[in-house]
């Protein structure tokens, strides 16, 4: 996994025929100052870089995300059924994975060596370029568990 730059970004996309655009660039950039720990949805970035005096269409959002993660670039995440999320997708020592309740959303993230490097062997062995490897564990937080006990 490499830690992206708007320069490494243009050296790919042009690799693969696409140009950098300035929305692809925005985007990254804002990916990248995000605080650890936030994972946006495309409404969420589209709000944002509204706010900011970026807008960018959400058409144009959803198709640079997907690209993005199909890159390796963003994690796409799952936390919830109602919508995909997408944080940078960091180079191990900062590779974290995900512990979500399914009632209220709240998401822990935490390390485990073990299973970025169970997930590099099996590509590796496989012939495969690893571009992310992320664990979602799914529970009921404990908030979450004392108000489904009968009272």
């Not at 490494?8 to 995000?34: C, D, M, S, V, Y």
């Not at 390796?72 to 180079?91: A, F, T, V, W």
């Amino acid at each position: 996994m490499v830690a992206y730059t708007a320069s490494a970004l243009k050296a790919e996309l042009n690799e693969r025929g696409w140009r950098l655009t300035p929305q692809r660039e925005t985007i990254l950039r804002t990916f990248q100052n995000l605080p650890e720990g936030n994972h946006l949805s495309a409404e969420d970035l589209c709000d944002l870089l509204d706010k900011a005096g970026d807008p960018i269409s959400l058409s144009t959002i959803y198709r640079t995300l997907k690209l993005m993660a199909r890159m390796g670039i963003l994690r796409e995440l799952e936390l919830s059924e109602s919508q995909k999320r997408y944080e940078i997708n960091q180079p191990a020592p900062h590779h974290h994975h995900h512990l979500i309740c399914v009632r209220c959303t709240k998401t822990i993230e935490f390390k485990n060596d073990a299973v970025l490097k169970a997930g590099a062997k099996t590509a590796i062995r496989s012939g495969y370029h690893l571009l992310d490897c992320q664990l979602l564990i799914q529970g009921i937080c404990p908030n979450c568990q004392r108000s489904l006990i009968p009272v």
